[in-house]
């Protein structure tokens, strides 16, 4: 009997994305998260550079992203990097459903101006389709 008959090729997929890049991490990290819908952030540059995760509390230095409630997981991680110099890094974005699937964790439009002025070049994030991530330019 094949016992790979009882894996889904959607939790292969789901495998396959947390193996890929920093998406495990980023997953781990969202637990952390004390909101309803719970987002990680991974900044890389060959190793992790910082991690953050969605909150309600404000930040002097980020007003604009008050606008969108709290701060959000990507810009927790570029206050983590503090004065690390992120022009060519890359930021992995996890969120999942309560069911344990992966949602959709494109950056909002607030998060892609601040990565995009840090230098931020590409970012990872979930779908809530095949394969489960996608990659995009900032
Ligand atoms: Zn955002």
Redesign the pocket.
């Given at each position: 009997m094949n016992r790979n008959q009882y894996i889904t090729k959607e939790q292969v997929s789901i495998a396959r994305m947390l193996n890929r890049g920093y998406f495990r991490l980023a997953k781990n990290v969202s637990k952390e998260s004390t909101y309803r819908i719970r987002l990680g952030a991974v900044l890389v540059n060959k190793k992790p550079i910082s991690v953050g995760f969605n909150k309600n509390k404000t930040h002097p230095t980020f007003t604009v992203?008050e606008k969108?409630g709290g701060i959000?997981?990507?810009?927790s991680a570029i206050i983590n990097a503090g004065r690390y110099d992120l022009k060519g890094t890359s930021i992995y974005v996890y969120r999942e459903y309560s069911g344990g699937f992966p949602a959709n964790s494109r950056?909002?439009?607030?998060?892609?101006a601040e990565l995009k002025s840090r230098g931020v070049k590409w970012m990872y994030y979930t779908v809530s389709t095949l394969p489960y991530w996608k990659r995009e330019r900032v």
């Open positions: 992203s969108v959000h997981a990507e810009i950056p909002c439009i607030f998060c892609r």
